[in-house]
């Protein structure tokens, strides 16, 4: 098993300048590296004989808002020979295109799909690069942290048009400000809790 310090060395040894930042977060090595140089990277973090990261365990995106590159996207690799974990992110802003490492990792062509899918960050040279959770005619990216709960549009089958229809969002009540004590008007004093009622013993069920 190769040793966090050790694992921090080797990559720094390996990548040099490409290196932006180096960190051990809960016993895990975290580099972030510029997004043109990510295929380059990770073709030698996979190469190399001393870390050989053969195994890319995922692609996920994150959002910051209030960054001017808001979007991160995170490589998860694993070395099996050496028992250890890497992870690898790049910075992303508004429209910013991440090259696609497909050609590095054949498995990167559904996740990178997925990122674009729930946060919109486009990937250069994706062979095919369309939504894998959400449908086609979805509106928006549902990950962004600016994307309403509500969605933009709900979907629901026309058994008079036979189809899939899409309608603007109709909420059923007003938005309403719940609280744990009372989570709907009208509470009546059976459900109130027994500390709200002297005459109640403490033991009583709510």
């Not at 004989?49 to 001017?68: F, H, K, N, T």
């Not at 992870?87 to 498995?107: L, Q, Y």
């Not at 009546?188 to 809790?193: M, P, Y």
């Amino acid at each position: 098993m190769l040793a966090v310090e050790d694992l921090k060395n080797e990559v720094l040894r390996l990548l040099g300048t490409s290196v932006v930042q180096a960190l051990i977060v809960s016993d895990e090595l975290v580099v972030s590296i510029p997004r043109s140089r990510v295929a380059e990277v990770l073709e030698k973090l996979r190469d190399d004989s001393s870390l050989v990261m053969s195994q890319l365990m995922d692609i996920c995106g994150a959002d910051y808002p209030e960054r001017p590159e808001r979007f991160e996207v995170v490589y998860e690799l694993l070395s099996l020979i050496r028992n250890a974990r890497l992870r690898v992110k790049v910075r992303a802003g508004e429209g910013d295109c991440v090259p696609s490492v497909t050609g590095v990792f054949p498995s990167a062509g559904w996740f990178e799909r997925e990122v674009w899918d729930m946060y919109g960050i486009p990937f250069s040279g994706h062979p095919d690069l369309r939504r894998i959770l959400s449908d086609y005619e979805f509106e928006g990216h549902p990950l962004r942290k600016d994307f309403p709960l509500t969605g933009f549009v709900e979907v629901r089958y026309d058994p008079d048009q036979k189809r899939v229809v899409y309608e603007p969002v109709k909420l059923q009540q007003d938005y309403r400000n719940f609280d744990c004590l009372s989570p709907w008007k009208g509470m009546t004093d059976v459900q109130k809790r027994p500390k709200d009622d002297p005459s109640r013993e403490e033991d009583a069920p709510c």
